[in-house]
Structures are given as structure tokens and as C-alpha cells.
């Protein structure tokens, strides 16, 4: 597993583009047709963040659009978030190129009075009041 580090003004040598597939996926990254298994498919280079992810192989008939751009389009375009991935471009996604937790939202993070493990539910309880929820903590109330 291989990731290449982009930036606006550095990217690889290629073609670049976005390209939508079965599954509500959209995929942008350098591509290339390869043949493998005895077929043609696009290979994806997925963008992510800064860098460029291993190779994504797309079957002709997974194909619904497919859009060239240049390096800089797909650049800007490029998702910066985790949620923005498909889940098989996700599992692919090494460690060090994912956000670390002081990236994420602290929403859920204890805050500094709720040291005390004793305190989880009390803390919890107080966290989800302040969002507005009406979430009933206890299992008792629901009904299944």
C-alpha cells in the first residue's frame, strides 16, 4: 500500500477525472484503462485530502458518467472529509492519512469536569441535553 502526496501545484502526470459509479460513488483521481481478468476496466487513483490513494477497479457496465477534467479540477474537487468517501474507497485509506482525533468534532469528547468514569451516563446524559436531543437515555422506556 502506497500513498503519493499531492498539492495544487504538484500533481502526478496523468489524466484526471470524475467519474460516477453504480452505487451512488463518485470517485476523482487520476485514471487509466488497464485490462485485468481478461477485460477492460478504469483504474482510479482516488484524491483524498493530500494525497493520492492506491488503485480502485471499475467495470465498464459500473460506469455512469465520466467526466475528464484537468489536475487542478480534480484537485479542488477532491473530497477532504471521511465522510465524503465511498466505503470501498474508505477501506483503503491508510492510518496516517485519516484525521486524527483532534480533527474530528469534539461533540462527543468528556468534558475536562468529567474525569470521573462513575459520572459516564450523568456526562453523557448532559452532553446530548445540550444538543437539543430528546434521546431517553434509559433502555427502560423504549419500547422493544
Not at 453504480?22 to 477485460?39: K, N, Q
Not at 455512469?64 to 474508505?90: D, G, I, K, M, N
Request: one cysteine or more.
Amino acid at each position: 500500500m502506497s500513498i503519493t502526496a499531492i498539492t495544487a501545484m504538484s500533481m502526478p502526470e496523468g489524466d484526471y477525472a470524475i467519474v460516477e459509479a453504480l452505487g451512488h460513488r463518485t470517485l476523482i483521481g487520476r485514471v487509466v484503462e488497464v485490462e485485468r481478468f481478461g477485460t477492460k476496466m478504469l483504474q482510479v487513483e482516488p484524491l483524498f485530502g493530500s494525497v493520492m490513494l492506491d488503485p480502485v477497479l471499475l467495470g465498464g457496465s459500473a460506469i455512469y458518467q465520466f467526466t475528464p477534467c484537468s489536475a487542478e479540477t480534480a484537485y479542488a474537487r477532491r473530497p477532504q472529509q471521511v465522510h465524503q468517501l465511498c466505503a470501498s474507497v474508505l477501506a483503503i485509506v491508510p492510518p496516517v492519512a485519516l484525521p486524527s482525533n483532534n480533527e474530528l468534532p469534539g461533540f462527543f469528547a468528556a468534558d475536562d469536569s468529567d474525569d470521573d468514569g462513575d459520572c459516564q451516563w450523568e456526562a453523557r446524559e448532559a452532553r446530548v441535553a445540550r444538543l437539543g436531543d430528546d434521546i431517553d437515555i434509559d433502555d427502560e422506556g423504549r419500547p422493544f
